[in-house]
């Protein structure tokens, strides 16, 4: 099985940084995805790391340490649009099957 | 329309009665996994289907709860007797075969039992 955590909540102000921890412990490791989800409506995904090291998509980027079980979502530029919820998960095996964390509640203010 | 699809996204049920939820994935997925989400709660993993075929249902409740997935028409979830508990957000997501291993999901339902 799999035990992973995030923290519940953070704040930023709008423009700045934020990095979402999340640690996991699992066998089987096979990838680790970052969703977001805004209140009410379907996560969408953000990224996807299999090998240790840091993945960029413009103002967003994902680390892996697998070693360390071990991963990081970090926000630049914080619009307030970014406000949500911003889920963790890791794949075992080969059936896509995938496991969520609790979830990071990120509030961006002005 | 290329996304996941499910209906009804909202659901309003009396305790005892029956609850359907559809799941139309994503065209070219034939993998479906069905995700409960209660009120500031993860998501958890209830079933994953392909055509025909339940593979894991590991995170469904051993009663009341059943899921198919035709070989023709969506995934339905079925819940029986529906108490106050089974409230929540059910979500269906869909993958293609042999890709990364991204999960696609949908709107979700939203299933409010008085």
């Known amino acids: 099985g799999q035990n992973i955590d995030q923290p519940t909540e953070m704040t930023a102000t709008e423009g700045a940084i934020v990095q979402i921890n999340c640690t996991y412990q699992t066998s089987g490791f096979n990838g680790l995805f970052w969703y977001q989800q805004h209140a009410g409506e379907a996560p969408t995904f953000l990224s996807y790391n299999v090998l240790d090291g840091l993945e960029e998509k413009g103002r967003f980027s994902s680390f892996l340490s697998r070693s360390k079980g071990y991963s990081y979502l970090l926000l630049k530029e914080l619009q307030m649009k970014d406000s949500a919820s911003y889920l963790c998960a890791v794949r075992e095996g080969v059936d896509y099957k995938l496991s969520f964390g609790a979830g990071t509640t990120v509030t961006v203010r002005a | 329309n290329a996304g996941v699809m499910q209906n009804p996204r909202h659901l309003v049920r009396r305790r005892g009665q029956e609850a359907r939820l559809r799941c139309s994935p994503m065209?070219?997925?034939?993998?479906v996994y069905w995700y409960r989400q209660l009120p500031e709660e993860g998501l958890k993993f209830m079933v994953y289907l392909q055509k025909e075929n339940i593979i894991d249902e590991s995170g469904m409740p051993k009663e009341r709860f059943s899921a198919e997935f035709p070989k023709e028409g969506p995934s339905i979830l079925r819940i029986q007797q529906v108490v106050r508990g089974d409230s929540a957000a059910y979500f269906c997501?869909?993958?293609?075969?042999?890709?990364?291993?991204?999960?696609?999901f949908g709107e979700g339902s939203r299933l409010t039992v008085l």
């Open positions: 065209k070219g997925h034939s993998h």
């Open positions: 997501a869909s993958s293609p075969q042999g890709d990364t291993g991204e999960l696609f």
